[in-house]
């Protein structure tokens, strides 16, 4: 019978080691296939947040957008503080929406942002490819004050994205919705 000390010195098994990497592969793997990327930028006075929804416009949104159906995008973004062994703190919310809807008639697409419930933009379009670029994708959008964080604290964005009208899997690969978040320390 070997010794415990013979143990110690061969290290981790090999099946061990491969059942790590498996599970840090699967976890890589479940991130991008949620496809929300999220980059945090702290710049003046704000926090501008640039997320892309790379997954988002299926065939299923394609169709249910030719056919005439409105069909909306919300992004809940939240600020939040990471607290050590408690729960984290919700500093400030927005809520981007994007609808989108399709004149069989004109052959138009009609795309509205809205931020906190207030009209930001309204585009008319006839590219189905700047429908999808403005449904998915946010670049440097002002959404929080630096005036509210505390110097020198670990802080990170969370947003969850869902669609409208939800059909479980019929325009959303998701079901409810899908979520990411990105962290960054705020230094002043």
């Known amino acids: ?15 061990l080691i491969c059942a790590a990497l498996l599970a840090a592969m699967t976890a890589v793997v479940a991130a991008q296939a949620q496809g929300l990327r999220i980059v945090p930028l702290v710049r003046d006075d704000h926090v501008l947040v640039t997320f892309e929804l790379a997954d ?6 394609r169709a249910a957008i030719r056919s005439g159906l409105k069909t909306t995008f919300t992004y809940t973004v939240d600020l939040r503080l990471e607290v050590p062994v408690w729960v984290d703190r919700t500093i400030a919310t927005a809520v981007v929406t994007n609808s989108v809807e399709y004149d069989n008639l004109t052959r138009l697409h009609t795309v509205v942002r809205m931020l906190d419930g207030k009209v930001e933009s309204s585009q008319v379009t006839d590219s189905e490819t700047a429908v999808r670029q403005l449904m998915t994708s946010f670049q440097r959008l002002p959404l929080f004050r630096t005036s509210t964080l505390e110097p020198n604290r670990e802080y990170y964005v969370r947003i969850s994205a869902t669609a409208r009208p939800s059909n479980g899997a019929f325009l959303w690969p998701w079901g409810s919705g899908t979520s990411g978040q990105a962290k960054f320390t705020f230094i002043r």
């Open 56 to 61: 988002g416009f299926t065939d299923e949104v």
């Open 1 to 15: 019978m070997p010794s415990w000390s013979v143990f110690a010195r061969r290290g981790p098994s090999k099946g």
